[in-house]
């Protein structure tokens, strides 16, 4: 079993950055883990932005963030982060990461063994 903590959301300005965390706790480190992140927004349905997988490759699943968010993996190999810059309003909402470890692409189709219980971005002026 892993859990996973997310953390570092936040009222942020539109254009400001912010860093959410993924962290991971249990019986195994999130080395060798596909690691994703996704969000709702209100009203909305769950949306799957990007998943590093467990050698590092960045798949991104959403337009709507390429070139503004990226993913990285700490030096612990435990922790996997997601860089969020030139935030947006449109951007507020919930944010979850996802662990499994048979890659990105169950990750990405929403079908990852692992869930955090999210952090809230808002991004408004």
């Known amino acids: 079993q892993v859990q996973l903590v997310e953390s570092g959301g936040g009222l942020v300005q539109p254009g400001e950055s912010l860093t959410l965390s993924c962290a991971g706790s249990?019986?195994?480190?999130?080395?060798?883990?596909?690691v994703g992140w996704f969000r709702q927004a209100p009203g909305k349905e769950r949306e799957g932005l990007s998943c590093l997988s467990s050698t590092d490759t960045i798949t991104y699943n959403a337009n709507s963030v390429k070139g503004r968010f990226t993913m990285s993996r700490g030096n612990d190999r435990n922790t996997v982060y997601l860089q969020m810059n030139s935030l947006k309003p449109e951007d507020t909402a919930v944010y979850y990461c996802a662990a499994e470890s048979e890659g990105c692409a169950m990750v990405l189709s929403s079908r990852a063994d692992y869930w955090g219980k999210g952090t809230l971005v808002t991004v408004s002026s």
């Open positions: 249990g019986e195994s480190n999130l080395d060798g883990y596909a």
